[in-house]
Structure formats: structure tokens, C-alpha cells
């Protein structure tokens, strides 16, 4: 998450539009985000999962349950469970022009190629993510169209096929995880 929070970064968002809410999709973007709250009057979506990890709780933090959640008409966070056990993407309906578009951060990592995403556990550690998460995180996405999918970092976006690029790397993640690769 953007930690600037000035009067000046307040004003530009303001005459873009603002915010209505807020969701961050696991605990290593919560830094700033009371601030942001405050400085816009908007709720922070985070799942109940990921409870243990707010340092700073207030009042403009919505601890939500289950596998989505509607935040906005046509914005429903999804907790994919990768990465944090609360780690939430969010699906928007009305995206590239009504294709649908994922917003994923890195719960669902979109690599070098950027026509494929990967799933971790720990980054820093490279420890993979589980194959019962990976399944699992998959079904829930499997009713959602969405064109492109947005990741955590500068140009790593998923341009076209979204839904296929993230069902043909969970396919391959898992073929590879549980050695059922045929041997060469």
C-alpha cells in the first residue's frame, strides 16, 4: 500500500474520484492503512482470517467471513486463502469494458512471462504454496470471468485470458507440486 499520505495526495484523490472502500490483500500492505481510512471516510475490507495480523485495530476495519464478499456493486473480494490464510483478491465485473478483471496483489503472483501466475506460501523463504490451497483457491475463482489480471507490481498483468492463465498455471502448479510430471 502507497504509505505518502500528505494534503496534496488527498486532494489528487479526492478530484479523481476518491475512495469508498478500502481492501488490501494481506498483511504485508496493512501499514498505512488507518490513515487512508480516516483521510477518506472509507471502510477496510480485510478477512477475519487474517485478524491476528492487524497491529493497529479501529473502527473503520471490516472483518468480513466466508469465501466472498461484495464490497461495492460488481466488487467482490474472494479469499483465495493463498499466501495468508485471509489473503483476498478482488474480482471486478464491470472491468475491461464487462470482461471482468482480477485485482490479485501477490496472492496470485503474476510471473516474467505475465500469461501465467504462480502461488507461494512464503516469498522470501520460496516456500510453495499447498496443493489443497491451490485447489481450493481455484474453485472459488472458477465462477468468475475476468480478462486480465492485475498483480501486486508494475506492469505484472495478465493481459488477455485471465481465467484460463490462472486455470493453466494452477494446472501446472500442481502437476509439478505433486511430481505427476511424466518423466523425460
Known sequence: MVTHLDDDV?????????????????????????????A??????IHAADREWVARPDESVVFWEGDTHEILEGLTLINAGVHFDGGQVMHWRDGEEGRGALFSGDILQVVQDRRWVSFMYSYP???????????????LLEPYSFERVY???WKRVVHT?????VRRSADRYLTFALDDSPQE
Open 10 to 38: 488527498i486532494k489528487e484523490v479526492r478530484e479523481l474520484g476518491g475512495i469508498d472502500a478500502i481492501a488490501i490483500s494481506h498483511p504485508h500492505f496493512y501499514g498505512s492503512m488507518v490513515e487512508w481510512a480516516h
Open 40 to 45: 477518506f471516510d472509507a471502510p477496510i475490507h
Open 125 to 139: 523463504n520460496l516456500i510453495p504454496e499447498r496443493p489443497r490451497t491451490v485447489r481450493r483457491a481455484l474453485s
Open 151 to 153: 498483480g501486486g507490481w
Open 161 to 165: 485470458d485471465g481465467a484460463e492463465a
